[in-house]
C-alpha cells in the first residue's frame, strides 16, 4: 500500500525543484536517478537540443511479472511561469504557494503518484505488470517534448497521461487537434491621395475573403477563429501587406482539415480576385484522438477507480496535451485528473487527499491484472 506521509513529502519537494520550460535539466537528473534507484532501466534522449531546451526527455521501464499488456504511464516535468523559488504552504489539507508562483501541481502531482506507486510496490516486493515511464520536457506551450520523443524505445501500446484538472477519477478520451494558420495577404502599396488606382490594398482583399468565411462554432465538435489581423500603415498608404493568424480545432481529424482550407481557399479566393497574392502556412499544433469509452484501457481503468471507492468520469477534453502525440504515435492513451486546480496561475491548489489518490490509482494499475 502507498505511504501517505511520503506521498505528501515528495511532492513538497519535487515542487521546489525549478523546472520551467526549457529549464529541466535539474529535475530531470532527480528523475533519473529516483527511476534508477527504484530498479528501472532508464533512458535519456536529445529532444533537448533540438528545440533549446537544457534538459530532456526521461524513459524507465520496469520488468513484470503479472499478465497483461505493458502500459505506459506519462507526465511532463516543465511547469508554465513564474514557476521558479515556489514555496508550497500545506493547510486544511490543501496544498498551495505562498501567492507569488505558481505550484507546479500541473504536472507534479502526476509524477508524485507515479513515483509512490513504484516505492510501494518496491519496498513491498509486490508483483505487478510490466509497465514504462515517460517523463517529457516542454509539454507546455506546444507539447515540443512529446513531439521529439524517440518511439521506437516505448513498447507499450496503451498509457495514461497524468495530467488534468478534475478530480481522480476523471477520464479525458478524446481532445481536439488543432491548426494553426499564418496568412498573409500581399497586395500593392500605392499613395493614397495621388494615386489609389495603382495599389491593391492588402486590408481590403483580406476584410473580402474574412467575410465570407464560416467561423466560431463550425458543428459540434469544430471551432474556428480569427485571433489576429494586421496592417498598420499611415493613412495616405493604400497598404500592401496584412496579416491574419487564425485557429482551427477539432475532435475530428478531417473536419479539422476541411476548415483550414476553407479558410485558406477563402483567403485565396479574394486574392485572386483583386490581383494580389496569399503567402500561407499552417502549422498542426496537435492532432485529435477519440479512445473507445468500451474499449479494454478505459473499461480497465474504470474498474480500478470504481474499486477505490471513486466514480469514473469519463469526458471529451478541450485542448492538447502529450496524450494527443502519443495517440498519432501508435500508442492508445487517456487522460487522467490528478485533482489539480485553477493551475496555470498563483492562485493553484491541490487537496492532500487527491495527491494520495493518484499514487493509489497508479499503484493499482500497476499491479491489477
Ligand atoms: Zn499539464
Same mark, same amino acid.
Given at each position: 500500500?502507498?505511504?501517505?506521509?511520503? +506521498?505528501?513529502?515528495? =511532492?513538497?519537494?519535487?515542487?521546489? &525543484?525549478?523546472?520551467?520550460?526549457?529549464?529541466?535539466?535539474? =529535475?530531470?537528473?532527480?528523475?533519473?536517478?529516483?527511476? %534508477?534507484?527504484?530498479?528501472?532501466?532508464?533512458?535519456?534522449?536529445?529532444?533537448?537540443?533540438?528545440?533549446?531546451?537544457?534538459?530532456?526527455?526521461?524513459?524507465?521501464?520496469?520488468?513484470?511479472?503479472?499478465?497483461?499488456?505493458?502500459?505506459?504511464?506519462?507526465?511532463?516535468?516543465?511547469?508554465?511561469?513564474?514557476?521558479? /523559488? @515556489?514555496?508550497?504552504?500545506?493547510?486544511?489539507?490543501?496544498?498551495?504557494?505562498?501567492?507569488?508562483?505558481?505550484?507546479?501541481?500541473?504536472?507534479?502531482?502526476? #509524477? $508524485?503518484?507515479?513515483?509512490?506507486?513504484?516505492?510501494?510496490?518496491? %519496498?513491498?516486493?509486490?508483483?505487478?505488470?510490466? =509497465?514504462?515511464? &515517460?517523463?517529457? #520536457?516542454?509539454?507546455?506551450?506546444?507539447?515540443?517534448?512529446?513531439?521529439?520523443?524517440?518511439?521506437?524505445? @516505448?513498447?507499450?501500446?496503451? *498509457?495514461?497521461?497524468?495530467?488534468?484538472?478534475?478530480? +481522480?477519477?476523471? &477520464?479525458?478520451?478524446?481532445?481536439?487537434?488543432?491548426?494553426? #494558420?499564418?496568412? $498573409?495577404?500581399?497586395?500593392?502599396?500605392?499613395?493614397?491621395?495621388?494615386?489609389?488606382?495603382?495599389?491593391?490594398?492588402?486590408?481590403?482583399?483580406? *476584410?473580402?475573403?474574412?467575410?465570407?468565411?464560416?467561423?466560431?462554432?463550425?458543428?459540434?465538435?469544430?471551432?474556428?477563429?480569427?485571433?489576429?489581423?494586421?496592417? !498598420?500603415?499611415?493613412?495616405?498608404?493604400?497598404?500592401?501587406?496584412?496579416? &491574419?493568424?487564425?485557429?482551427?480545432?477539432?475532435?475530428?481529424?478531417?473536419?479539422?482539415?476541411?476548415?483550414?482550407?476553407?479558410?485558406?481557399?477563402?483567403?485565396?479566393?479574394?486574392?485572386?480576385?483583386?490581383?494580389?497574392?496569399?503567402?500561407?502556412?499552417?502549422?498542426?499544433?496537435?492532432?485529435?484522438?477519440?479512445?473507445?469509452?468500451?474499449?479494454?484501457?478505459?473499461?480497465?481503468?474504470?474498474?480500478? #477507480?470504481?474499486?477505490?471507492?471513486?466514480?469514473?468520469? @469519463? +469526458?471529451? /477534453?478541450? /485542448?492538447?496535451?502529450? *496524450?494527443?502525440?502519443?495517440?498519432?504515435?501508435? @500508442?492508445? *492513451?487517456? +487522460?487522467?485528473?490528478?485533482?489539480?486546480?485553477?493551475?496555470?496561475?498563483?492562485?493553484?491548489?491541490?487537496?492532500?487527499?487527491?495527491?494520495?489518490?493518484?499514487? %493509489?490509482?497508479?499503484?493499482?494499475?500497476?499491479? !491489477?491484472?
Amino acid at each position: 500500500m502507498i505511504n501517505k506521509q511520503r +506521498v505528501l513529502d515528495t =511532492f513538497l519537494e519535487l515542487v521546489q &525543484i525549478d523546472s520551467e520550460t526549457l529549464n529541466e535539466k535539474n =529535475f530531470a537528473d532527480r528523475m533519473v536517478k529516483e527511476l %534508477e534507484a527504484l530498479g528501472g532501466v532508464v533512458t535519456t534522449d536529445e529532444a533537448g537540443k533540438a528545440i533549446g531546451s537544457n534538459g530532456y526527455n526521461v524513459y524507465a521501464s520496469f520488468e513484470g511479472t503479472i499478465p497483461g499488456d505493458s502500459m505506459l504511464f506519462s507526465c511532463h516535468m516543465d511547469t508554465v511561469k513564474p514557476g521558479n /523559488g @515556489i514555496k508550497p504552504v500545506v493547510a486544511d489539507g490543501v496544498v498551495r504557494s505562498e501567492g507569488d508562483t505558481i505550484l507546479a501541481s500541473d504536472d507534479k502531482s502526476g #509524477i $508524485t503518484g507515479i513515483l509512490e506507486a513504484i516505492k510501494a510496490i518496491k %519496498e513491498n516486493g509486490v508483483a505487478h505488470r510490466s =509497465f514504462e515511464v &515517460i517523463f517529457t #520536457i516542454a509539454e507546455e506551450g506546444g507539447l515540443r517534448g512529446a513531439k521529439n520523443l524517440d518511439y521506437s524505445r @516505448i513498447k507499450s501500446k496503451k *498509457a495514461v497521461a497524468l495530467d488534468s484538472s478534475g478530480n +481522480v477519477g476523471k &477520464i479525458i478520451n478524446q481532445a481536439p487537434g488543432q491548426n494553426k #494558420i499564418y496568412a $498573409t495577404v500581399v497586395g500593392k502599396t500605392a499613395h493614397a491621395g495621388l494615386a489609389p488606382e495603382e495599389g491593391i490594398s492588402a486590408i481590403q482583399v483580406a *476584410a473580402h475573403g474574412i467575410a465570407k468565411m464560416n467561423l466560431l462554432r463550425i458543428d459540434a465538435e469544430t471551432t474556428c477563429n480569427i485571433g489576429t489581423i494586421e496592417a !498598420k500603415n499611415a493613412t495616405n498608404i493604400v497598404p500592401g501587406t496584412c496579416d &491574419i493568424i487564425a485557429e482551427v480545432r477539432s475532435r475530428d481529424y478531417d473536419k479539422l482539415q476541411a476548415q483550414t482550407k476553407h479558410i485558406v481557399d477563402s483567403l485565396q479566393a479574394a486574392c485572386d480576385e483583386f490581383g494580389a497574392t496569399l503567402d500561407c502556412k499552417v502549422d498542426t499544433a496537435y492532432i485529435s484522438y477519440n479512445v473507445n469509452t468500451e474499449g479494454e484501457l478505459v473499461k480497465y481503468i474504470c474498474e480500478n #477507480i470504481k474499486d477505490m471507492g471513486l466514480e469514473p468520469n @469519463i +469526458v471529451p /477534453g478541450g /485542448g492538447g496535451s502529450d *496524450a494527443n502525440i502519443m495517440n498519432r504515435n501508435g @500508442i492508445e *492513451a487517456v +487522460v487522467l485528473g490528478t485533482g489539480m486546480s485553477k493551475v496555470h496561475t498563483t492562485n493553484e491548489f491541490i487537496e492532500v487527499k487527491q495527491l494520495e489518490n493518484t499514487a %493509489e490509482l497508479c499503484y493499482r494499475l500497476m499491479t !491489477k491484472a
